[in-house]
């Protein structure tokens, strides 16, 4: 076979397929020009201006100016102007860094097509002596048999200052921004299309308005009026399921406001900082701020009613997402932006670690949930300085007492939503059922025996003799299938049963394990003292020993090696008292309910946690204020009792640490509530509970021990794992209180007597 | 005998006999071992180990504030030293180091108590510390050298405004010592001077008395 090679020739496009293009991707009018404000954005504006200027009987215009970065003419001619570049693909965020770039798709500019017969685009960068003017005249494209590369455009580099009919546009070195002049306007802007645009870009604003943010002003100059509007998303807030307002004012009076709107209803909250935030180190010194943010869940029922369609609630969640500080009016970044210490709140770590929903238990807000701002001044809130490379504040001590403020307000209105969210929840509740059941199955006897009767009537008079056989032996059969389908439900039922007495018995022992899981937490981290004493001691020796033997003529210094062993024997012991608690737990009798006398489980406790106690100068009593110490038995697992003795010492404990030694003190109280109820007051004169905690520290995952940052230490499970003992276990009661008489936490127990 | 010292601080009584004498059996050849009790404040306990005398290095408890003797921590003790001297090596020493951020910026590292109990963890340790210390010993030596030739020029040629700021840091480290402790004189030394006063008031009374 021969060949030749004729010609090399790449496709060629039609001009009008640039149109197309542009006709395709952009949907719409409104859409087209939300795409170059979308692009002032990605450009970091701070200010767009989109002024239609209309005429009923001349051509219209419509004028598109930023402040963003501008392009450079070699921008212009290498960006601009090739149509489909990869660079807004390969970027997720604006120049600045500060914002996710929106236009994804670099096909805006085909859009302008739609909406005028001329383009006048002027551009220019910071500190450039010159702007660069480019004019498209998009007629070009639909002449017949014209090949893309046949439509030149003339750039031009243009002096300043640059004023034309429209105002002025660039006048010294230090303007930049891009200005589109969209001449000959093909659509008709009434007040309806006009709004629809305004809605669309509404979106684009956050809705905390401040100086420096991002901000559209549309304005329409007609023959009839002229009008301006700055546009806001304020509207959207209405959106929220929850609005938060809170404040602390310079005399340190801490206030939240915890609207939920889908009820209506307004929870107030009061406290004093010292009060509110027990940890002495955490001092309200950031001086007045508010503080405020909206729980906004996507809602695809009320997004429908308000023909908002779901990827513009999204992209707008996107933008505006978090929490951002405002000082004075202005912007202070990066708090709130969406990279890295942005999220200053860790709110998105704080999801991750509790993915829950709402009505479980340690719901955390996401990320993408709420919308919120902190206001502070530079007049009062001096100690929020301005790091010195202006990369957000300093981050000292107050920093971080404000950065705790915000986290525990969040705090409060997490544990709100939940608990409101929870009481709502359709419950199943297996007593209706079973009294629906047997209704049901009164009904249907009723109705067999009306059956029966009446065909019993039916049976004496008019009936043949072969029909009454065949009734009489359905009537058998229909009688036969009803005692089966008894039977059935009977063994159904039973079935029923033993597998709940499993289940029980099944969450029997995983609440004991919990109780031991208690115990080894609270063991393990008090243990390891005493194993660093006594590993550090017995090596000791070893060394004394080895001196004597490769040197026998030194001295050994026998009291010295009698203070080491005494050392040995003191720590090794006290790991072997827990060891054998634990272990004694696990024999099988420990794990069985009976009567348990609770003065007596206290009181081996506090013995087992004397030396701690010791270490800690801390005084305990246990008070009978009625009746004999020998009445107050419970009818517990004994496993159960002595993890909540455990957990609420080494609460105490821990609570203690932040008091003077002089003023440690624990007390458990028993008296007679009423003949068959006991109570027992446990308190400690510890820093006591955070105002407003009384309820929320029985939640799982709730815990009042914070690091310097704010951010939550505890495991959060202990109490939650006794309230759970004491409520669903033993038909018991458990409150707590912020401050007892000794000045501490109290924890009040109600108890049935077991006799 | 030596007499630079390495210096621990503690609260816990028990604790204090066990690791004097494990430090003592690392150390003792070399350095002096000397154990303090916190007081009750930052500043005082703060000016109590400054005049200790000349430590080249800092053992710190972290839960110093257990027995309710202090209110403050190992890491909140670290970070005032760190004010006074940016590079004498500090280490926390502490059974909980789980619960210690381990990129505290003002300790050298973080020791757990339980390593002191195993002879290969506690030889490693032993050659570490060793090292910061004989490098810090190192940097004290070339600093006091620069000093007193610095000061021989200033009183023979005069300084450059580069070499006068240079013998005023180095200046600033030898005297802040001293300093510090001026600056928070403890309850204890006001109340002596106020009671020397008192005694030089009656004399200069009997004085007259005795004149008049």
Known sequence: ?755 | MPNEKIIYIEDQQGSIETFTRALRRLYGKEYLIEAIKPLSSLPETLDRILSAGDAVAFFLDEKLSLSGEANFHGTDLAEAIREFDYKVPVYILTSYSSEIDPLNENVEYILDKNDFGYPDRRHKIAKRLLRHVNTFKEIKNKRSHRFDQLLKKSLTEGLTTQEQQEYENLNFLRVKRVLATEEAPSLEQENNLIEREKIIETISKKIKEIKG
Not at chain 1, 226 to 253: H, I, M, P, R
Not at chain 1, 256 to 267: A, G, P, T, V, Y
């Open chain 1, 1 to 755: 076979m021969k060949r030749k090679l004729i010609s090399k020739k790449p496709f060629e496009f039609s001009a009008r397929v640039t149109l197309q293009l542009g006709r395709e991707s952009i949907s719409s009018s409104t859409a087209a020009i939300s795409e170059l404000v979308k692009n002032s954005y990605d450009a970091d504006a701070a200010n767009v201006n989109v002024n239609f200027h209309l005429k009923e009987h001349s051509t219209s215009s419509l004028v598109i100016t930023d402040d963003g970065w501008g392009m450079s003419s070699e921008d212009l001619l290498s960006d601009w102007l090739r149509v489909g570049t990869e660079k807004k693909k390969s970027l997720e965020l604006s120049k600045s860094g500060r914002r996710v770039l929106t236009g994804a798709k670099g096909l805006g500019r085909l859009g302008i097509d739609r909406l005028c017969k001329r383009l006048v685009l002027y551009t220019k960068t910071k500190d450039s002596p010159t702007a660069t003017l480019l004019t498209i005249n998009w007629r070009e494209y639909e002449k017949e048999d014209r090949n893309i590369s046949d439509v030149e455009h003339e750039v031009y580099e243009v002096e300043l200052p640059i004023i034309d009919k429209y105002g002025k546009v660039f006048l010294s070195d230090e303007d930049h921004g891009t200005r589109l002049l969209l001449v000959g306007l093909k659509d008709r802007w009434d007040k309806k299309f006009l709004n629809d645009l305004e809605n669309e870009l509404r979106l684009l604003v956050s809705p905390f308005r401040s100086n420096n943010d991002f901000s559209i002003r549309v304005s329409t100059f007609s023959e009839n009026e002229n009008t301006t509007e700055k546009l806001g998303s304020e509207d959207l807030l209405d959106f929220s399921s929850w609005t938060v307002s809170a404040s602390v004012s310079s005399q340190s009076q801490v206030s939240i406001e915890l609207k939920d709107n889908k009820r209506n209803e307004i929870h107030k909250l009061d406290y004093y900082w010292e009060e509110w935030i027990k940890d002495s180190k955490i001092k309200h010194n950031f001086g007045p701020v508010r503080f405020s943010f909206y729980y906004i869940p996507q809602d695809n029922a009320k997004l429908n009613s308000v023909n908002f369609k779901r990827t513009d609630f999204q992209q707008f969640m996107r933008l505006n997402r978090g929490v951002r500080i405002y000082r004075d009016n202005f912007r202070v970044r990066p708090y709130g932006e969406p990279t890295g210490r942005g999220d200053w709140l860790d709110l998105g770590y704080r999801k991750a670690s509790s993915p829950g929903g709402i009505a479980q238990g340690g719901w955390r807000i996401a990320p993408n949930q709420i919308l919120g701002a902190v206001e502070i001044s530079r007049r009062t809130n001096s100690p929020l300085n301005d790091q010195a490379n202006r990369e957000g504040i300093l981050q000292n001590d107050a920093f971080l007492s404000l950065r705790t403020f915000v986290l525990k307000v969040i705090d409060e209105f997490e544990t709100k939503a939940h608990k409101v969210a929870a009481s709502h929840k359709a419950q199943s509740d297996s007593e209706q059922l079973k009294s629906l059941h047997l209704e049901s199955q009164k009904h249907l006897n009723e109705a067999s025996t009306s059956l029966h009767s009446s065909i019993s009537t039916l049976y004496e008079d008019t009936i043949s003799k072969d029909k009454k056989k065949i009734l009489k032996k359905q009537i058998d059969e229909f009688e036969k299938a009803q005692k089966r389908q008894r039977k059935t439900e009977r063994e159904y039922y039973e079935s029923l049963k033993r597998e709940k007495e499993l289940l029980e018995d099944q969450k029997n022992t995983l609440s004991n394990l919990a109780s031991l899981g208690i115990l080894t937490v609270c063991f393990g981290h008090e243990i390891r003292q005493h194993t660093s004493q006594a590993l550090t001691d017995s090596l000791e020796i070893w060394d004394v020993m080895n001196d004597a033997i490769q040197t026998p003529l030194l001295p050994v210094d026998h009291d010295e090696c009698l203070r080491i062993s005494e050392s040995i024997q003191r720590n090794i012991s006290y790991i072997e008292k827990f060891s054998s608690l634990a272990l004694s737990n696990i024999k099988p009798d420990k794990r069985k309910r009976k009567r348990v006398n609770i003065p007596k489980v206290f009181r081996y406790v506090f013995d087992l946690m004397s030396s701690s106690f010791n270490a800690m100068d801390i005084d305990y009593n246990v008070l009978i204020s009625t009746g004999s110490e020998a009445n107050y038995n419970a009818l517990a697992f004994e496993i159960d009792w002595e993890s909540i003795a455990i957990n609420l010492i080494t609460n105490s404990m821990w609570a203690l640490e932040k008091i003077d030694s002089s003023k440690r003190f624990i007390e458990v109280e028993f008296s007679d509530e009423t003949d068959n109820t006991i109570l027992i007051s446990f308190r400690d004169s510890g820093v006591g509970l955070e105002a407003g905690s009384e309820e929320s520290i029985f939640l799982p995952m709730k815990s009042s021990k914070r690091d310097r940052a704010g951010n939550v230490t505890g495991t959060g499970m202990g109490l939650a794992i006794v309230k759970s003992h004491i409520e669903n276990h033993s038909s018991g009661k458990l409150t707590a209180t912020a401050s007892s008489s000794l000045g501490g936490a109290e924890f009040n127990f109600r108890i049935p007597r077991a006799k």
